[in-house]
């Protein structure tokens, strides 16, 4: 299957801003790109890329005051395939646990362990451990928040929703990643494309999705609080403890957001000649 996947960022700048975008497809699936998908400005600007701490791919650039747009666009060659149900895998105590899924136990900027642990063990600490816990903790927090986009706040930590009860994709993430960490499962925080490909319609606006991983069984699993059942298409563009660490865009100076577009959909297939099989 070929999905067409992309993004584009507008913004007004009050003057000369450093900017630094995560909004490039994870190294993991660049084997599946059929192209490039280079961070393209408009003016053009000169792009440095580089590495971060997590292994995500970023862009480092200062945009002039005015209007700034960003846009990636390619296409990514996936099996077409539904997400994979995780097996009833270990749980490795911590002791066990390789040394660099320490930092996904702890607390951090929206998920906040201290707040939750003792709910967490009260509620879920009769549950078998493994895949069993894990999925006790999704299906509450599935079940306890309700998606809305109006009452979206990029401040909103993974205590606040549990107490409030509401939030969009990024909150469900976060409250399911507090209360596993809360419960010694390490997890960490995805973000990048999710379609709505083999659902049926309406569908809503394409935006982009964050879902979690939890590490059982000496390696990494896809969880999804939001939806809670299978996707396909789900494609990676970063990783880290929370969205702190992989905000699409982070701007050094003041801005208006002033236009912003996701687009992840089935592509044709192409014939053998190369052009789309319509």
């Keep these: 299957m070929r999905i067409l996947v992309g993004c584009q ?35 053009p600007l000169e792009v440095e890329g580089y590495r971060d ?3 995500n ?22 099996s077409g395939q539904w997400d994979e149900a995780t097996p009833n895998v270990e749980q490795l105590p911590i002791q066990r646990l390789p040394a660099e899924c320490l930092q996904f ?14 709910f967490a063990w009260k ?3 009769p549950t078998p451990l493994g895949r069993e816990r894990v999925q006790a903790v999704v299906d509450f927090v599935h079940g306890h928040l309700r998606f809305d986009y109006d009452h979206s706040r990029p401040t909103r930590t993974a205590y606040e929703a549990y107490n409030e009860g509401v939030g969009v994709c990024r909150d469900f993430a976060h409250l399911a990643i507090t209360l596993m960490r809360c419960l010694n499962i390490p997890a960490r925080y995805c973000t990048g494309y999710v379609s709505d490909i083999g659902l049926p319609p309406p569908y809503a606006p394409q935006d982009f999705a964050a879902w979690l991983e939890v590490f059982l069984g000496g390696t990494w699993h896809t969880f999804d609080p939001r939806n809670n059942d299978p996707r396909i298409g789900r494609i990676l563009v ?33 014939t053998p000649e190369g052009k789309p099989n319509d």
């Design 238 to 270: 970063a990783r880290g403890r929370d969205a702190e660490d992989v905000p699409l865009t982070l701007t050094f100076g003041p801005n208006t957001l002033v236009n912003f577009k996701v687009i992840t959909e089935e592509a044709p297939e192409l």
């Design 57 to 78: 791919w970023c862009n480092r650039l200062v945009g002039p005051a005015g209007l700034l747009t960003l846009r990636t666009q390619t296409v990514v060659r996936d």
């Design 53 to 55: 701490s997590f292994g």
């Design 9 to 43: 960022l507008t913004f007004e700048l009050a003057q000369a801003t450093p900017i630094i975008s995560i909004l490039n497809v994870h190294s993991s699936r660049v084997a599946d790109l059929e192209t490039p998908d280079h961070l393209v400005t408009d003016p």
């Design 105 to 118: 136990l702890l607390g951090s900027r929206f998920c906040e362990t201290s707040l939750l642990s003792d």
């Design 123 to 125: 509620v879920f600490g």
